[in-house]
């Protein structure tokens, strides 16, 4: 599956923000789906995944209560609603995916096989 991320920009302290990630290639239904974000110096840091058919999301400490993950299996695309931002989520936004049929989904970035070439997020404070 290849990934391609968009809708990352310039955004006020509080303020929101809306990714999409859309997947082309083999079956998007048999992926389980996550955000990451990473900034310069930084490791790579989980922010949201959800399972093959949106039954099951999780969401790093962080973005809880903030960030909405969601996917649309007939249009390919997984979304990341980013409302109350902050300026310490300034980074560079990647999708990923890992093929999974699990009801389960993981945080680790080492499960996550295709990735998207990533999408500037910059929080002005």
């Known amino acids: 599956v290849q990934l391609q991320a968009s809708g990352g920009g310039l955004a006020q302290t509080g303020g929101s923000l809306r990714l999409s990630c859309a997947a082309s290639?083999?079956?998007?239904?048999?992926?389980?789906m996550a955000w990451f974000r990473q900034t310069p110096g930084k490791e790579r840091e989980f922010v949201a995944a959800?399972?093959?058919?949106?039954?099951?999301?999780i969401y790093a400490d962080s973005v809880k209560g903030r960030f909405t993950i969601s996917r649309d299996n007939t249009k390919n695309t997984v979304s990341l609603q980013m409302n109350s931002l902050k300026p310490e989520d300034t980074a560079v936004y990647y999708c990923?995916?890992?093929?999974?049929?699990?009801?389960?989904?993981?945080?680790?970035?080492?499960?996550?096989?295709?990735w998207g070439q990533g999408t500037q997020v910059t929080v002005s404070s």
């Open positions: 990923a995916a890992r093929f999974s049929k699990s009801p389960t989904v993981v945080g680790g970035d080492r499960y996550y096989s295709a």
């Open positions: 290639g083999r079956s998007f239904s048999n992926y389980a």
């Open positions: 959800i399972s093959w058919n949106g039954g099951t999301t």
